[in-house]
């Protein structure tokens, strides 16, 4: 029964596609938003990221929409280190300020957004 249970869960995620929450034995499960394709944030196809500038543009298309771009404005200069296979790339608080400013993790062998955030 279980399994079953499982089964028609599942196949409702499924056709649910883009739904916020699924109804299950009167338990509301939330159900995250599906992350946007690469297409769909201005992020180019996946290739090879070779220098700090390209890492740089790549958190920039991730960053603007989620954030504003007025707010990741303020945050120049940006810096990109590569680590491991990694960009970091990260904004800049002017000095004597609170606050948090963007941060991204970039692959260097494909151009893939691994994660991004901001500080508070």
Not at 49 to 57: P, R
Not at 79 to 93: F, M, Q, R
Not at 103 to 120: L, N, P, T
Request: charged letters at 20%; a negative charge.
């Amino acid at each position: 029964m279980m399994n079953f249970k499982f089964a028609a869960l599942m196949l409702t995620v499924m056709l649910a596609g883009c739904s916020r929450s699924v109804m299950v034995n009167d338990v509301t499960t939330q159900i995250a938003e599906p992350t946007p394709q690469p297409e769909q944030r201005n992020i180019p196809d996946f290739a090879p990221i070779e220098t700090e500038q390209a890492a740089i543009d790549i958190a920039l298309r991730a960053w603007i929409p989620v954030y504003g771009k007025e707010q990741i404005d303020g945050e120049k200069p940006y810096i990109a280190t590569l680590e491991n296979g990694v960009w970091y790339v990260h904004g800049s608080l002017p000095a004597n300020s609170d606050g948090g400013y963007a941060e991204a993790w970039i692959s260097k062998d494909d151009g893939r957004v691994i994660k991004y955030i901001h500080g508070k």
